[in-house]
């Protein structure tokens, strides 16, 4: 069940100081003081539940569709060697009527064609650009991944003056990526000037048992101007501070970002398929939710 709209308190453990001494003296015990807990309270200031019926196109009020191969933008193959070709079709995205978005990767129809050639595979890409930019908090998605080895479905954001100022001087943050060959790890990331593409900033979590494929996952970030952390399921797993990325360059935390969904095919990545068996893919999306601190 989802709940809306309603606050999220978290609780952030502060370690108590410890004190050692070297003394001939006599050595008395003293328990250690109860730390207090300092708390955050979240309030839910936006959401895309995907409810609807089964075919429905998105929320035209909060995405937009991103379509084609990147030459458009300048950037074939999106910056990174990519095989999908983006569209708006049902039978790549859609909601499937039980609450979520299906984000589906398929083998191309004949005819249509990429800056390598005809295109091998299309896909999905949507943006909140233009429509809903996060301010520094909270953002999360409960999402269930495909498997396969050259699938790349991410979940991610660009800096609010992302296409003016280009990448990587709007910054980047990388709330999820997967390779589809390694199917129970993720990966969070942070890409700025003097630190981008092989960023000194990117850490993997592997799940405790089980893999993405069997069910959803749920993946957030929390930033202000001084740190940003990942998290999966509620446990934190990296985190990056201001001071850590000004040692590569100027930091790009303190600024709103819009939202990235997107299930992208070959590229850099993970490679190139090496088997279409994998075909359709499909990456469920439960939820898309963004908080304010109270």
């Not at 309030?43 to 995907?50: A, I, K, L, R, T």
């Not at 074939?76 to 095989?83: L, Q, R, T």
């Not at 998290?231 to 709103?256: M, N």
Request: charged share 15%; aromatic share 10%; hydrophobic share 40%.
């Amino acid at each position: 069940m989802r709940i809306r709209g309603t606050p999220l308190t978290w609780a952030l453990a502060v370690s108590a100081p410890l004190v050692y001494a070297c003394s001939t003296a006599s050595i008395v015990s003293t328990p250690p003081a109860t730390p207090t807990l300092p708390t955050t309270t979240w309030v839910q200031v936006w959401s895309d539940e995907f409810d609807g019926a089964a075919g429905a196109p998105i929320d035209s009020t909060k995405w937009s569709y991103e379509t084609a191969d990147g030459c458009q933008q300048g950037i074939c193959g999106w910056g990174n060697n990519e095989k999908e070709y983006y569209t708006d079709a049902p039978e790549n995205i859609a909601l499937n009527g039980h609450g979520q978005l299906m984000i589906v990767a398929r083998r191309a129809p004949a005819g249509l064609t990429c800056s390598y050639g005809p295109c091998l595979y299309t896909s999905a890409r949507i943006t909140t650009r233009r429509k809903m930019l996060a301010a520094p908090g909270r953002v999360e998605a409960r999402i269930k991944l495909p498997a396969g080895q050259g699938l790349w479905p991410a979940f991610w954001m660009l800096g609010h003056t992302s296409p003016l100022v280009r990448w990587p001087d709007c910054g980047e943050l990388d709330i999820m990526e997967n390779k589809g060959s390694q199917p129970s790890t993720t990966s969070s990331a942070v890409h700025g000037p003097g630190y981008s593409g092989q960023t000194p900033f990117a850490h993997a979590n592997t799940l405790a048992s089980g893999v993405l494929s069997d069910d959803f996952h749920t993946f957030a970030v929390e930033w202000d101007s001084l740190s940003v952390q990942f998290f999966v399921d509620g446990t934190l797993h990296y985190v990056v501070t201001r001071d850590a990325i000004e040692q590569y360059g100027k930091s790009i935390l303190d600024q709103p970002f819009f939202l990235m969904l997107n299930l992208a095919v070959g590229g850099h990545f993970d490679g190139d398929p090496q088997s279409d068996a994998i075909f359709p893919a499909t990456m469920l999306v439960d939820y898309v939710r963004v908080y304010a601190r109270q």
